[in-house]
Structure formats: C-alpha cells, structure tokens
C-alpha cells in the first residue's frame, strides 16, 4: 500500500502516519519528493495498515499495490514515465534516445572525434565508461575523474548530454558535478548501497539489467532508487547469461513490452552489450526500437579493434551511421505524436540543382539496367532453355573491369558489390526465361 501525504503535510503528520504504520508490525518508506511525500507501507498484509492510517490528519489518499515494487508499478501509476537528461526526453511520445559513444574514454583524440561523430549521426546522449568494471583486475580500469572531465569537455562542444557509470557510493559527488546521467552497470545492479546513493542525487539514473537478474529484481533495483528519493530512473536491457555461447549474452527482448506493462519508467535497449559482436548490434538494434524501446545504448570507437575494451562489439563510425540510416528509414527516430519530422526549411538551389542531376542519372541507370537485362535474355535464348547459359569467366572478367578503376569516390569493394548485384539480377532474369511462363514462380512480368 502506498499513503500518499497532502501537499505541505508537516513533518508531525508525516511521523503520525509512521508511527501507526509500525503499530500494525509493517515498515514504512517515506518518500520525500519536491511537491509532496509519499509513504510506502512494506511487510505482509500491508492492508492491515489501512484501517490506522485512513482519517489521519495530512492524509490524501491510501493505494493498494499488489506488487513488491510500489513506486515502479504501473498499477497506479498508468501513465509512463518521461525522464528528462539534460535537454532530452527519453519516454513516450519523445524520439527514440540514441545513446552512443565508446565503451571507454581512452583519450581526449578519441572522444571528441567519436562525440562529434555520433552527433553528427543523429545520437542524442553521449556515453562513455570513465570507471570501469572489468572482469579482470589487470585490464584496463579506466581514466577515472580526468575521463569524466574529457566527458564534459565533450558536452561543452557538442552540446550532447553525457552518461557515464558510477561504482562507488562516494562517488556521487563528484559524478553529479560532471554528468548528466549516472550508470549503474549490469555487475553493480544488486549493489543496494550504492543504489540508495544514487537514489539520493537528483541526477538521473540509467539502471540495467544484471546478468543474471529476472525483470522483476530488475524492478526492485529500481525501487531503490526510487524510495530513496530520485523519481528519474530509466532501465536497461542488456542481455542475460543462459546456455548459449554464440553470443557474449542473450538480448531478451521479451523484457521490454513486459516491462512496459509492469512499470511506468522507460525502458531501453542495449544491442552491443547484448550481443558482443559488432555484426550482430544493428539488426538487434532494429529490433529493440520495433519492440517498443524508448531509447538505445550503442558502443562506437574510432577503431574499434585498437579499443581498450569491448573491441569486439563496438561499431565503427560506418557501421553507426549505417544504423542510424536504417532507424530512419523504419521511421524509428521520428517523434510517433508528430505527423512528419521533416523539417519545413526547402533546400538551397545548388543542392536542389544537384539532386535534380542525380535523379536524371538515377532514370539513365534504370532506363540502361532494362536495357542490359533484354540483352542478357536474349544471349540465354539463343543459347536454348537447356544450356544453364553460366559463363563464369565472363562474369569475372566483367567484375574485375567494373572494380579496376581507381581514385573515385567509390571504392573497389563497393563497385563490386553493384556489379555483382547486376550479374545476379540479369542471371534470375535468364532463368525465368527459360523456365517459361508455365514453371516461372518468381515475381515480376516473366512469372506473369
Ligand atoms: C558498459 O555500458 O560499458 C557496461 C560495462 O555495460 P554492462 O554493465 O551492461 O556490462
Ligand atoms: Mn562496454
């Protein structure tokens, strides 16, 4: 049960309604917020302390809570959360938050080049581990406070706010100097002293998962924080410990619609932690933002195999900005309450008159594409349906003059993977065509 004080109750209604709540046997939880103070009633039967408290005086309201988790439950609490870092919003009706930046600060070269980057990119919350929690006490531990400050040079250029993860309680001092979000990583999730000293700063708190935490302990972490007395608390699915060892963890995304249903804080998703291989963070970032996740946690270096950790999963600034254009395109980064993000400024002449090029090229090429392809069916009709009409030399011999050329703005590998598009394309075009309109099962007019 939760007993929900008038605004401006004094300090002798607060300690009334304690004292009648421990009268019962039950515990009470005062939480003391800007505008008024709540009081969680925790211990078996916590109805019993309904009868004592109703009609007491700086009372308002007394809700039953059948959760272990008073102040995260979404039971009366039905509207969702938003938290605000800094000048972002991160919760419904806000744009997907995109947290990104290196698993560690190694250098100020380093962290600038990939803050400005990720913001260049679309991110909205720069990260970066300035204390590190590491599995081995020979690894690399971090840069401690000079990352933090690193961290905050950083803010002041780009204007991105800056998480960063805290592991010791007396340390939140001097986090709430530099950072606008405090990290509790996954090995500190259950760490209940330091959570009720996050729970004390006003700095919001980015809480995830522990390895091998259910969603539910997750939650009471959460409510430590919260009874505590910091309301700013966004969660994070990291990925679990089970069986499988193709991956470093399994990303459970089951976590973030159940989540949304027990709890009204945002939750978010962390495909690089989750999975620990850089192939594998777009598509399960994809995946996170189409289950319903309120934000991301991507890793990205410079050069992600020279990183100090985490080399294995951290995104390239390539591969980031692959990701962001995919986010995009699946209209994941678009604020959903708003019709169009678009933004209403028309593009300068030169840029109109360079696109208006590119769109000529671009009916050229389709235009040359149909061409080459009723060339290619015609050599396979004059070859007859019963020659397979492969002739792999020629095809190599067309993919190395495509990527001979030098110097341009494509590279050799990126040629390449045109031509080999176009060899594949002309070849299924071939094959319909021999099938004949009987056995052709692809789509298009062949198959017709
Ligand atoms: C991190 O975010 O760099 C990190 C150490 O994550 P986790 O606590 O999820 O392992
Ligand atoms: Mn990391």
Known sequence: MIVVMRTGADRAEIEAVEAAIREVGLEPYPVVGKERTVIAVVGKDDERARPVVAGLPGVEDLLAV??????ASREHHTDRTVVRVGSVEIGPGAPLAVMAGPCSVESREQLLATARWVKREGATILRGGAYKPRTS???????????????AEAREETGLPIVSEIMDPAEVEVFDRYVDMLQIGARNMANFTLLRAVGQSRTPVLLKRGLSSTIDELLMAAEYILSAGNPNVVLCERGIRTFETATRNTLDLNAIPVLHQRTHLPVIVDPSH???????????????????????????????PKAWSDAEQQQSFA?????MDDLRRFEYLRQPTLPSAR????????????RSRIDDIDQRLADLLEERAELAVAVQQSKGAEDHGHDVSRERALIDRATRAEGGVLTTDERGQVFQAIVRVSRAAQRRVAAGPATASGSGKAGA
């Not at 059948?66 to 102040?71: D, E, T, V």
């Not at 591969?319 to 990701?323: L, N, Q």
């Not at 933004?343 to 360079?354: G, K």
């Open 319 to 323: 591969e980031f900005g692959e990701i």
């Open 66 to 71: 059948s959760k272990p988790y008073k102040l």
């Open 343 to 354: 933004p209403a400024n028309v593009p300068p002449a030169e840029i109109e008159r360079l």
């Open 274 to 304: 989750g999975t620990g291989y850089r192939p594998l963070v777009r598509p399960m970032a994809l995946a996170g933002a189409a289950v319903g996740a309120d934000g991301l946690l991507i890793e990205v270096h410079p050069e992600p």
């Open 137 to 151: 006490p020979y690894a690399f531990q971090g840069l401690g406070v000079e990352g933090l400050k690193l961290l």
